[in-house]
């Protein structure tokens, strides 16, 4: 109650000193230069590595964000916006500690990613905005150049390796295939085993035909002697083949012959289909290489028409506020100070530390 009563007695003081204050700041806030805010709104492209991000609580906008806080992006903005000569820096890096107090990046919960810049000039404001996202596009297809190098440099090692390991299986070919003779193995072995088979039966057909020519007629019988002429020539051509068993192109060693050249034949296939894996990579690289993330552009920036600081609006309000907070603290002091003083404990107390205080004051200044 007496603290409010304090307050009534004062209320010609709580209505002019916030007046005055917030006289005096609206005052100050004419004198504060004008401030234009520029915003460029884009959707970042996805990393490669976003999975990984997500999982650990962070999105690609994170990491585009902090590319843009970057020294190498400020000093492209710099070098690209001649900003040295406007802002009449010392050098790059005194101009890049001007543009970075001025621009801000933030992420939003859609991922969009924002860069505003607050600067005097309305117009500089949309350039360093602008500017800012096309250096962090350059950023970004130096970035995707340079891993597709590497990748480039990664695949063409083992190519070239695994084109010499296959001149290496063809030219083994080449020279089974010249060595035994044999194109098709498996055609030719086919053949080979055929040819035999078939004499084999060819005699066996003959024995039983002249077998029953002898039965019926002596040996002088036309028939039993044509009979006899032929069984002797194809028992000549089994002679002719099982003398012939020791030779290269011997049918008797068609298996073997066939085995060497087919395993040469999987050696060739094995380093084509490597060869041909590693070229769809170089290709694939290839392509990559020259392939930039686009950054879809949701809101280019424009220079502002109206100014967004100061408000006069705020430093008013501020001002009349300040004013009755000091009005309020410093009559709610004096009573309390009043009330303390009605008991002669305090009063004492307040003495001695009065004396004290002068007695202290007095030494120090002598």
């Known amino acids: 109650m007496p603290y409010l009563q304090a307050l009534w007695q004062k209320k010609l003081l709580l209505v002019l000193v916030p007046l005055l204050s917030g006289a005096i700041l609206l005052g100050i806030s004419y004198t504060r230069p004008k401030l234009y805010v520029s915003t460029v709104r884009f959707m970042p492209p996805a990393r490669a590595s976003a999975t990984l991000l997500f999982a650990i609580g962070r999105s690609s906008g994170d990491e585009y964000r902090a590319e843009l806080s970057s020294r190498t992006i400020g000093l492209d903005v710099v070098d690209h916006q001649h900003l040295i000569e406007y802002f009449k820096a010392k050098d790059a890096d005194t101009a890049f500690a001007i543009v970075s107090g001025m621009s801000k990046f933030a992420t939003d919960n859609n991922n969009f990613l924002t860069i505003t810049v607050t600067s005097k000039d309305p117009k500089l404001s949309a350039r360093v905005a602008n500017e800012y996202f096309d250096a962090l596009y350059r950023l970004n297809e130096k970035i995707s150049a340079s891993e597709a190098e590497?990748?480039?440099?990664?695949?063409?090692?083992?190519?070239?390796?695994?084109?010499t390991r296959l001149r290496a299986a063809e030219e083994a070919l080449r020279d089974a295939q010249q060595r035994t003779g044999l194109v098709a193995p498996s055609t030719q072995t086919t053949l080979g085993v055929q040819e035999i088979a078939e004499l084999q039966n060819r005699i066996s057909s003959l024995s039983a035909q002249l077998a029953n020519a002898r039965a019926g007629a002596t040996d002088e019988n036309p028939r039993v002697i044509a009979l006899q002429a032929e069984l002797s020539s194809v028992q000549a051509q089994v002679r002719q083949l099982q003398s012939k068993s020791s030779q290269v192109n011997?049918?008797?060693q068609l298996p073997t012959m066939a085995l060497e050249v087919l395993r040469r034949e999987r050696e060739v296939q094995f380093h084509t289909t490597a060869l041909d894996s590693l070229t769809k990579s170089l290709e694939s690289v290839q392509v990559?290489?020259?392939?930039?993330?686009s950054f879809a552009m949701i809101d280019p920036a424009f220079p502002a028409k109206n100014k967004s600081a100061p408000s006069h609006g705020q430093w008013l309000i501020t001002g009349l506020a300040i004013g009755f907070l000091l009005v309020v603290t410093q009559v709610i002091g004096r009573t309390a100070y009043r009330i303390l003083l009605q008991d002669e404990a305090n009063q004492r107390r307040v003495m001695a530390y009065r004396n004290a205080f002068r007695s202290s004051y007095t030494r120090n200044a002598g």
């Open 150 to 163: 590497h990748r480039l440099n990664f695949v063409s090692a083992p190519l070239e390796v695994e084109r």
């Open 288 to 293: 990559t290489e020259s392939y930039t993330p």
């Open 250 to 252: 011997s049918p008797a």
